[in-house]
């Protein structure tokens, strides 16, 4: 069946997430301490809160996708760098457990994510993987702005 | 083998791709003529700039990743903001034609993309996407800066 036809299979996908997630957290600690959670442009959010909402839906989009629970409580308000990058090492570690227990059949699945996001479980990850990246972007002109080069974008390493 | 456990099929990477496209269309088309190839923050390129190097790589791209023939020579340079969305749309319809004639097992292969980037096929695409993704973030960052709101980032369709 077409289906079996892989463009990427499961692990292929976690190491491309942790790649970004690697970027994405040498995103927040180029952020002067004082700008994490108080810079923006154009009235935007500040890059800190845009990190605690990635930190609100990776793990527990994984989480949910094995056990049919969702809980995305985690607080987003401001923190210390040091406490935002503690919470994203420990989530880079529960999502490389985790990953491994979703039945690979599943990501092919329609599901309800958080009670209210129906979506195949592939696109629902992508899509947040997307948000990753979408408000990475916006934190590199954040940096720009505060005169600050961003880490290299296609250094996944 | 492990290889035929499907994160995603080719058919869902696609229409996932598609779906970003017609969001980064929208993007395009929110910018005033006059701010598309001329504003930007920080110092960055301007949008306009940042959408041509997408039609650079995308069908390039696929294009490549089926004949072994590069070629990237598409001008950046400023333009009518109808032209940058009529070559969009020219592309939007080559990928779709161009896509299926990708040899399904080529996807999970190491390939040397535009003669200077070496990489499993899956990835070399996904970073075309995640390069769209990226300045697309950066743009919604223009057009907040510019006091438009920018079309929601959950709408792909």
Known sequence: MAQAIPFITPDGLLSH???HRRLTRRVV???PEDKLFSFSVGGMRPFGALAMEMVTMAVP???G???GEWNASTSRDARPKSEVLRLWDEDTDQLNELWPQIPP???LET???FGQYPGVLHDLILYVIDNEIHHRG???VYLRALG???PAFYDRG
Request: proline fraction near 4%; hydrophobic fraction near 45%.
């Open 65 to 67: 996708a094995i056990s």
């Open 29 to 31: 600690d180029a952020f």
């Open 111 to 113: 599901l309800t994510a």
């Open 61 to 63: 989009m994984v989480r």
């Open 148 to 150: 600050i080069e961003p």
């Open 17 to 19: 997430w942790q790649g």
């Open 138 to 140: 916006q934190g590199y």
């Open 105 to 107: 059949q599943r990501f």
